[in-house]
């Protein structure tokens, strides 16, 4: 695993240029304070729509629901017991296979 991890440290490592490095949030927030300095309106920038959300905890109380109910296998007859003869008779058996 140690190994692993090495190999991709390796792949991934190279020397970095800071020249080539774009920090976009940084120009967002000079053009915001330059807007801001000039008296224009600041607006909310258009949120894109949230994909599939899951209420973390929802889906953790609907689990434990799931898990309380009962399942299939849960809903089987008991196994019929064997009678004295049943069992002498399923032991000889054993005994010659062994």
Known sequence: MLDLAKHIVQRKSGHFEPDKFDDRYEHALKDLLKRKRKGQPIEKPAREPAGNVVN??????????????????????????????QRKHHHAHRRKAS
């Not at 799931?66 to 299939?72: L, M, N």
Request: hydrophobic share 40%; proline share 7%; charged share 35%.
């Open 56 to 85: 973390l905890m929802d889906a953790l109380k609907a689990s434990l629901n799931a898990d309380k109910a009962p399942h299939a296998s849960a809903r089987r007859r008991p196994a019929k017991r064997r009678t004295t003869a």
